[in-house]
Nanobody, 124 residues
Framework: QVQLVESGGGLVQAGGSLRLSCAAS????????MGWFRQAPGKEREFVAA?????????YADSSVKDRFTISRDIAKNTLYLQMNNLKPEDTAVYYC????????????????WGQGTQVTVST
């Protein structure tokens, strides 16, 4: 079992920045892929970014995310991060951390472990 706890969400003005953290505990995640998803009200959960824990290989949802967000990990702290810059109102959502086997998946079904989510609200 892997437990994931997100933090770092909040209210920020458009153009601002936030850094989300996801602390992993329990089973080692060294062979896992870990990622961030988000879900806005009335919308389906969507992929944001992911990486493979062993080598840090990354995948982003699209160029808009890649240009503004950075996914990273601290191996010593067993913590996944999502640095979000130049935030836009359309980034408003609950952000979820997820962990799965060593393959990066864009689909949520590829991840078996989920955090409780952290709210990010971007105001105009």
């Amino acid at each position: 079992q892997v437990q994931l706890v997100e933090s770092g969400g909040g209210l920020v003005q458009a153009g601002g920045s936030l850094r989300l953290s996801c602390a992993a505990s329990g089973r080692t995640v060294s062979s896992y892929a870990m990622g961030w998803f988000r879900q806005a009200p009335g919308k389906e959960r969507e992929f944001v970014a992911a990486l493979t824990w062993s080598d840090g290989n990354t995948l982003y949802a699209d160029s808009s995310v890649k240009d503004r967000f950075t996914i990273s990990r601290d191996i010593a702290k067993n913590t996944l991060y999502l640095q979000m810059n130049n935030l836009k109102p359309e980034d408003t959502a609950v952000y979820y951390c997820a962990a799965g086997d060593g393959t990066i998946w864009r689909g949520a079904t590829g991840y078996g472990y989920w955090g409780q989510g952290t709210q990010v609200t971007v105001s105009t």
